[in-house]
């Protein structure tokens, strides 16, 4: 049975790979075809050459800081080992197996020294930014993840090195917790765009990207060596003219009308933001 399923799963994982293939070299070669630049710029120099929306006012945004972000489910403190690393140790080992993993470019850890050791030098990064993701409820570390690839001068920041434990897959702390990062890097910093990259072999990140409202730009190719093995990496981003119907999705579905008495939702997040300024929770 569960053969049958991951068989299935994984036909349909390749069909949508070779399509976003083909969709990333339609895009590419589209944007290339002089006519469609011309139809596509919203602004012409003194030259006819089409150009960018003119931006003014715009200045570099600040950089992120090492602050407390406080949700519902959950709060984001900054990473500090010696305060986390056990409790994330305890949180990791719940998959015993190791294949939460694959897709990582370190780990798994064969113990807790090693991972403490790992937590160190995450916490002392300034570029990538660690957050630990608390549980409010237990008040207990089961994840982490980061802002990188900070560029302050245009604006643009990627959210990444996203582990999750078993504690907190599935959810309401895995939305929350990626909704409090993209509202702070929106609403309180001003950046103009939100990265989410990963290995275009890894379907569930895929999915949860598409998930959380990210828009799929393509496929960089061989773009990265990592544990010994090509790394062709998909591309999505978020930029900050989507945000607003991208967080009342998100404020919805986070609202405690959209669970029932199991903890389980009653309209899906694409839903919620596909609705639109009409409420859609019943």
Known sequence: MHESIGHTWHLKFILIWHFSQCHAQFTVQSVCNPKDLFRMAST??????????PLPGWSPRPRPARDTIEGRYCRLEPLDAARHAAQLHAAYAKDSGGRNWTYMTVGPFADEA??????????????????????QRTDKAVGTLALMRIDPANGVVEVGHVTFSPLLQRTPISTEAQYLLMKYVFA?????RYEWKCDSLNGPSRQAAARLGFTFEGIFRQAIVYKGRNRDTAWFSIVDSEWPTIKTGFERWLAAANFDAQGVQRVSLTQLRAAGPVAALA
């Not at 012409?44 to 929306?53: C, D, H, I, K």
């Open 188 to 192: 309180d910093l001003g950046y103009r």
């Open 114 to 135: 090693s991972y403490r050791a790992h937590c160190e030098q995450a916490a002392a990064s300034t570029d990538p930014l660690h957050f630990t993701v608390i549980d």
């Open 44 to 53: 012409l120099n003194a030259y006819q050459q089409p150009v960018g929306s």
